[in-house]
C-alpha cells in the first residue's frame, strides 16, 4: 500500500485546455510537466511523492521558486491567463485525483479562469528621496525653516533640544507627507485598473537604482492588456517628480488575485 | 513608462511563497512546515520564532495563524501532568554543521520540559524536571541549567514562562 499511499501532483497552476500535453522536462528539478484536464479545466502538474519539497539551503528554494514560476510562464503563453498555485503544494493522489478536484470545482474554476482572462497582474512600487521630501517640506512650511535658521546660529551646546525638536516635526511631516503620497498613488492606480490591493510597505530594495530611497507604496492591480500604457502614463507623471521614483513590473500571472471557492 | 519584467528573485519569492492558490481540503502541507515569507528568504529561513521576535510577521497574520494551527493540530507526545505553559518556541543547536534555532512550542507541565515540532512531527527537546537545576532568564534568551550542562532556548513570552518553570521546579527564578 505504501506507493499508492505516497504518491503525489505537485500543481503550478489551472488553465484553459481539455487536452492531455506534455510541457516539457521544466519542472522543480527537471520533473516532466503535464497538463492533466478534466472537461474544459485543466492542472499543470509534476508526479511525485506526497512530501513537500523542504531545503534549508536558500539557494535550492530559490532554484525551485524559480522553476516553478517557469512553468508558470509557459503555460500563461500556451494557454493565456493562468490560475497560479503558490510554492509547494501538493495534492495526495494520481491522475484521477487532479481530475476529481478540478471536477468538484469544475464550474468555479471556469468562472475564475473567464474573469481573469487577458488580465494579468502588475506591480506599482514608488520609493521616495527622504532629503527631497524634506527639501520640499522646508520649502513649503515657514516656520520649520524659521526654526532650522534659527539653530544654526545658535552656539552648538544650547541647540541641542532645539535640534532634537526639530528632527522629530520634520519626520513627522515627512510621514504624513509619504502617507499622502501612498494614498495619491493609490488613487490614481485604482482609477485605471480592475482591481487592487495595497501592500505592506517592505523595506527590502528590489535593485540598486532605489538604494537609499523609501518605499512609499506597494500596490498590486489586475489589469486588461489595454489599459497597461494609460497606467504607464500616469505613472511617467509622478516618476518625473523630483524625490519620487516609480517601479512598474508586470505581466505577473494573477497571484494575488485568483481565488477558489472556499473549501468545506 | 513600460512595465518590465524585473530579473530580481524579490518579486518571485514574494508571489510564490506567500501568494497563490492553496489548497485546503485534499493538502499536504505547504512550504516547509514553517511559513517562508517573501519578507526576507534569510529570515524565513531563520525560523519562526526568529521573525515574530523581530516582528517580522505583523502584516503575516494569515500565515500566522495557519503556521500556528498546523503547530497546534497534532498533540504532543506529553507524560501526563497538568500543562503549566505552553508558547512558541525554540532552542539553539549549537552542535555539528547546521548552527540554528530550532522553532516548535514549549511546554511545561507538573513533570517535564519539552520542545515539541509537529511539521515534522518530532521532539527537539524533552527534560523531566527533576533533571533541571535552574532557569536564568534574559532579555533575548533563557538560560536552561541540566545536570549535564546548559542550554540556550527563546520563547514567546519568557518572562511567563522562566516563572512557571522555576515554580514547577520549587526554585526561585533569578
Known amino acids: 500500500m505504501g506507493v499508492e499511499m505516497d504518491e503525489g501532483r505537485y500543481l503550478y497552476a489551472i488553465m484553459r485546455t481539455d487536452r492531455e500535453e506534455f510541457l516539457g522536462a521544466i519542472g522543480l528539478d527537471g520533473s516532466e510537466v503535464w497538463t492533466v484536464p478534466y472537461g474544459e479545466v485543466a492542472a499543470a502538474i509534476h508526479r511525485c511523492q506526497a512530501r513537500p519539497y523542504v531545503s534549508e539551503a536558500e539557494s535550492q528554494i530559490k532554484d525551485w521558486v524559480i522553476e516553478h514560476n517557469y512553468v508558470i510562464d509557459v503555460a500563461t503563453e500556451r494557454f493565456g491567463t493562468v490560475l497560479p498555485f503558490s510554492f509547494d503544494v501538493i495534492l495526495r493522489g494520481d491522475d484521477e485525483a487532479v481530475r476529481g478536484w478540478i471536477e468538484r470545482r469544475h464550474a468555479a474554476l471556469t468562472s475564475e479562469l473567464e474573469r481573469l482572462s487577458g488580465k494579468a497582474e502588475y506591480t506599482v512600487q514608488l520609493f521616495c528621496d527622504e532629503s527631497a521630501l524634506e527639501e520640499e517640506i522646508l520649502r513649503e512650511d515657514e516656520d520649520l525653516a524659521a526654526q532650522k535658521e534659527s539653530i544654526k546660529s545658535r552656539p552648538r551646546g544650547s541647540s541641542y533640544l532645539l535640534q532634537r525638536g526639530l528632527e522629530m516635526r520634520l519626520r513627522d511631516a515627512i510621514r504624513s507627507r509619504m502617507n499622502q503620497l501612498e494614498e495619491e498613488i493609490g488613487q490614481m492606480v485604482e482609477d485605471l485598473v480592475d482591481e487592487i490591493k495595497v501592500q505592506p510597505r517592505r523595506t527590502i530594495l528590489p535593485d540598486e537604482r532605489f538604494k537609499g530611497m523609501r518605499l512609499v507604496a506597494n500596490i498590486c492591480c489586475l489589469l486588461s492588456d489595454e489599459s497597461v500604457d494609460p497606467l504607464g502614463r500616469a505613472l511617467d507623471l509622478l516618476n518625473s517628480r523630483k524625490g519620487l521614483a516609480v517601479r512598474f513590473t508586470g505581466p505577473w500571472a494573477p497571484f494575488n488575485f485568483a481565488r477558489l471557492p472556499e473549501e468545506s | ?174
Not at chain 2, 119 to 125: G, R, S, W
Not at chain 2, 133 to 157: A, F
Open chain 2, 1 to 174: 513608462m513600460r512595465p518590465e519584467r524585473a530579473d530580481g528573485i524579490v518579486d518571485l519569492l514574494d508571489r510564490l511563497l506567500d501568494k497563490g492558490l492553496l489548497l485546503n481540503a485534499d493538502i499536504v502541507i505547504t512550504v516547509a512546515g514553517i511559513p517562508l515569507l517573501g519578507v526576507s528568504l534569510n529570515a524565513a529561513l531563520a525560523g519562526m520564532e526568529t521573525m515574530l521576535h523581530h516582528g517580522m510577521l505583523e502584516d503575516w497574520d494569515r500565515s500566522t495563524r495557519a503556521w500556528h494551527l498546523s503547530q497546534a493540530r497534532i498533540e504532543p507526545p506529553l507524560q501526563g501532568g497538568e500543562i503549566l505553559f505552553s508558547g512558541l518556541g525554540s532552542i539553539w543547536h549549537g552542535r555539528g554543521t547546521l548552527k540554528t534555532w530550532k522553532p516548535g512550542i514549549w511546554y511545561v507541565t507538573e513533570k517535564e520540559l519539552l520542545l515539541w515540532s509537529r511539521e515534522p512531527a518530532n521532539i527537539i527537546f524533552q527534560s523531566e524536571l527533576s533533571m533541571i537545576r535552574g532557569v536564568i532568564g534574559g532579555n533575548e534568551e533563557v538560560s536552561l541549567i541540566l545536570d549535564g550542562g546548559e542550554e540556550r532556548i527563546r520563547m514567546d513570552r519568557a518572562e511567563q514562562f522562566c516563572q512557571t518553570l522555576a515554580g514547577a521546579l520549587a526554585l526561585p527564578a533569578r
